[in-house]
């Protein structure tokens, strides 16, 4: 059977479907990618055909937009830069996939893919690869911008979770969604974080003992393990420098802030002045210019990428902004985390570390040395957190999210099949 993938995001977004279409065509079947058109060389790398969504310059114009990383403006930016994909997916699909002979492998913010489940009667499985985005009314998540305390009762932080569907979300997505859906005949969608699950089958890519499954949510879901994919990125192993810089000392800290934020020079000052306080080395992973201060001492490098696998398990501890699949690779490294979350899931993930007890979290405004260095002093010492980091990590060992995704795309597979053929 043919499997159709489609990926609308960045890094974190995207490098998860690139893995599961990989391993997918691997065991023998017919998959193509659609994700922005950055990640064509990549998937050129793993040998998966592949669409491209957009320009290059598209998605450096959307990455380096100022108000997608800001906690409640950056809801707006988002949802227009999906809204100019969801049109694309859409025709691409019904250019090429023929209902009963391929599944549909879709990113939560592929809504083009949802459009033509229901437009064109496509098998779709929906691909949610964060709590969040699965959504509770006995545990809601933390929203960005908006911290609530959880010793507030969880149906008012519920109630406040709607009030950001009907207020925030909705009149950022809705308008240009309805619109495309009115002019294919069908009617508008009323509630975004209801409708983009499919309704056959959602995979939530994190497992159970990160984040409980909540029965009374989408009873259509299955959930796996992490689908780490860090392999699948710009280079698939260290520049011999990251090599030589792991071997020569003591582990250093690691600090990254994703591979799509453009603003974060803030945090990389305070990286270097951290690591000069705590007196230990520092890796820098920066991807875009200009992000990290110019004269770094011998004791702190800087690489735009490093693939996770490979160089936090010799690290100390990881300093991040709070990206899921950067949340995962850690935990596989079995190192402490401090997340200084910018928007997003960010802020769920940092309360969801802090429950295992393996990380904790600063907001971008106390992200000082002054409250930085305790805090990662802390970590680094606490035998609790320790303790923690190693049954996470032996956690990860025992798991492969990635082929776990795929028992269930094929499982899927052949459940479609078998109703094609009672149907006949």
Known sequence: MRIFVVAVGSHGDVLPLLAIATELRRRGHAVTLAAPAPFAAMAARAGVPFFALGTEEDYRRAATET?????WRGIGAMFRHVSAATEPVYGWLAGTARPGECVVLASTLALGARVAQEKLGLDVVTVHLMPLLAGSRTDPPILPGLPLPERLPARIRHWIGWGADRFVIGPAALPALNGFRARLDLPPVRRLRRWWSSPQRV?????????????HRMPQSLQVGFPLADRFGDVAEPEPAVAGFLAAGPPPLAFTYGSAISRSQAFFRTALRVCTRLGRRGLLLAPQGGQVPADLPPSVLHVPYAPFSRVLPRCAALIHHGGIGTVAQALAAGIPQLVVPVAFDHFDEARWLGRLGVGTALSRRRFTPARAVPTLRRLLTDPRVAQACTAAKARM????GVAEACDAVEAFCAGAEHSRQRGN
């Open 67 to 71: 108000g997608l990383w800001r906690p």
């Open 203 to 215: 995979l939530l890519t994190f497992p159970r003992w990160y984040a409980a499954p909540q029965p």
């Open 397 to 400: 060992a025992q798991e492969d």
